[in-house]
């Protein structure tokens, strides 16, 4: 395949048209950003792992029927999935007390948060991702209000199964963010990709970060703990 193909370069993931209509090949990258691009590194083996780990989730989410853009996973690098036109939302949802919810509420890092809180980021690099409501969501025309609808009962649906399964693996699912598409036949589905570059998890017992906060917060090297958590992950669906 050609870099003609090439139809999109994000921070962790490029996107190749293919030969078949509707089906785009996704790659994912070694690169970590953090602070909107501020700070980036190339992590040799970080692509590999996100792809082994996001394949795990999004396999689990699917048989619990969450539609997911997924379709073929090709190698360690590679998979197929359904083109769908992206909403310009981050979806953010929160368990407890983290990161930009900390500083902007002032509240202490790991204040529980009863029944959660699920927020939208505009995608929008000039403007800095802005935090923005429902309210914004319909003027800016971003998604219909039967969308945003289906968006936020998906999220809570996403939260409510993740939660169990990363339990059962000794973490704690902090926050995490989603992007989600809509398919040519009017489908919405989760895209993008679930992994500890989007997600904080914390050992249960140390409450230590197995996530990209490690990068954020030069903590050392990301990978021991990405393997961690692919391993735990598959000691669990191989049980
Ligand atoms: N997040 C993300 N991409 C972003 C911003 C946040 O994947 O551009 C994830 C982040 O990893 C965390 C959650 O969304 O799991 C909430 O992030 P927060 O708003 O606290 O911002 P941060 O502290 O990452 O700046």
Do not use: C
């Not at 140390?206 to 906060?213: E, N, V």
């Amino acid at each position: 395949m050609t870099d003609q193909n090439l139809i999109y370069t994000g921070k962790a993931k490029d996107l190749y048209r293919t030969d078949q209509p509707g089906i785009l090949k996704m790659v994912y990258k070694n690169q970590a950003t953090a602070g909107n691009g501020a700070k980036k590194e190339e992590i040799p083996g970080k692509g590999v792992l996100n792809q082994a780990i996001n394949q795990l989730i999004f396999t689990y989410l699917a048989e619990a029927g969450i539609p997911t853009h997924l379709v073929e996973v090709l190698n360690a690098r590679e998979e197929l999935v359904k083109e769908a036109q992206m909403f310009p939302l981050e979806v953010v949802f929160r368990n407890y007390a983290a990161g930009s919810f900390v500083k902007r509420l002032g509240v202490e890092k790991g204040t529980p948060i009863e029944d959660g809180v699920l927020e939208f980021f505009y995608k929008a690099d000039a403007l800095n991702d802005p935090f923005i409501n429902d309210d914004d969501i319909r003027f800016l025309q971003v998604a219909t209000e039967a969308e945003l609808q289906e968006i936020k009962a998906l999220t809570r649906r996403i939260n409510t199964l993740l939660v169990d399964l990363f339990k059962q693996a000794g973490l704690i699912l902090v926050d995490f963010k989603l992007e989600f598409g809509r398919t040519a036949a009017g489908e919405i589905v989760l895209a993008d990709e679930f992994s500890p570059d989007n997600a904080r998890l914390w050992d249960v017992e140390t409450k230590a970060s197995f996530d990209k906060d490690i990068f954020r917060n030069d903590e050392g090297d990301i990978i021991p703990f990405y393997e961690a958590v692919l391993s735990r992950l598959e000691a669990l669906t191989q049980a």
